[in-house]
């Protein structure tokens, strides 16, 4: 369908996209340079509004013709891992096209969902030829791909410090506050008293990392972040209280805040 495009509609996608990459990095190497501090994001914002979004893919803000996303996202609505992607996705200006998968009915077992993805798991991505399983490979996947370098920058040391918070997502985070919600919301056959005391280590542990950062890896968000996010956000629905967590409350508010957010909901 790409091919068919105006070149209007690709100019708009494209080149503009590009200019806001380059100006935004400009505006954080001066300041890095100038005063050592970070860009702040009301400054951001004004360079230009996030992307228009659509479920299916995106809308042509001159012509009002609606662009069908080539990358397909195999997704589950109520899925903390589906719900990172689609929250990066939409932050980053991503167009992405969801196709709800049948849990409930077992479509994630039959030979076409288990083509592409042996393990017969949600969330998969297509993205024409390519296909990635795995919430996190997905993110690092689109922000390399698609998304403006400061998601997952190129140096080595702020991937190694990304990909910590991906390892913590994937594990601490997922046995911790996820494994609870899996019980209390889905009746899943897991250990929920040991699912709530590693719940309490770990988002004390969190609360204490953020206490004097505002974003869990980098001077600003990430994928870490929306890794993370999910999950924690969710905690409640585990029977999870996050009244006493203020330095994650704060974070929350602030992930809540960028353009582009959405709600799981959605």
């Not at 991505?125 to 403006?148: K, M, N, P, T």
């Not at 996010?229 to 508010?253: H, K, N, S, V």
Request: net charge neutral.
């Amino acid at each position: 369908m790409t091919r068919h495009m105006p070149r209007s509609i690709r100019e708009w996608e494209f080149r503009d996209r590009a200019f806001d990459v380059w100006l935004k990095g400009a505006l954080r190497r001066t300041f890095d340079n100038v005063t050592k501090e970070p860009v702040p994001d009301a400054l951001l914002r004004l360079v230009r509004p996030p992307y228009p979004q659509a479920k299916a893919g995106i809308q042509s803000a001159k012509t009002g013709e609606h662009i069908m996303a080539r990358r397909v996202l195999y997704d589950c609505g109520p899925s903390g891992n589906c719900y990172k992607v689609r929250l990066f996705a939409a932050l980053a200006g991503i167009p992405l096209k969801t196709l709800e998968v049948d849990l409930a009915g077992g479509e994630h077992r039959q030979p076409a969902f288990t083509a592409l993805n042996p393990w017969q798991q949600v969330p998969v991505l297509q993205d024409g030829e390519v296909v990635i399983w795995d919430s996190q490979a997905i993110l690092v996947y689109l922000a390399e791909r698609y998304a403006e370098p400061e998601w997952y920058p190129p140096d080595p040391l702020s991937r190694a410090k990304v990909m910590q918070w991906l390892s913590v997502s994937a594990n601490e985070i997922q046995h911790g506050p996820a494994d609870a919600r899996l019980v209390r919301k889905f009746d899943y056959p897991l250990n929920y008293d040991q699912a709530v005391r590693l719940s309490s280590h770990v988002l004390a542990t969190i609360n204490a990392h953020l206490t004097d950062r505002d974003w869990l890896a980098l001077r600003g968000p990430s994928i870490a972040d929306c890794a993370a996010y999910p999950y924690i956000a969710l905690a409640p629905d585990g029977g999870i209280d996050l009244e006493p967590y203020d330095a994650i409350r704060a974070w929350m508010t602030r992930i809540e805040a960028l353009p582009g957010y959405i709600p799981i909901a959605s």
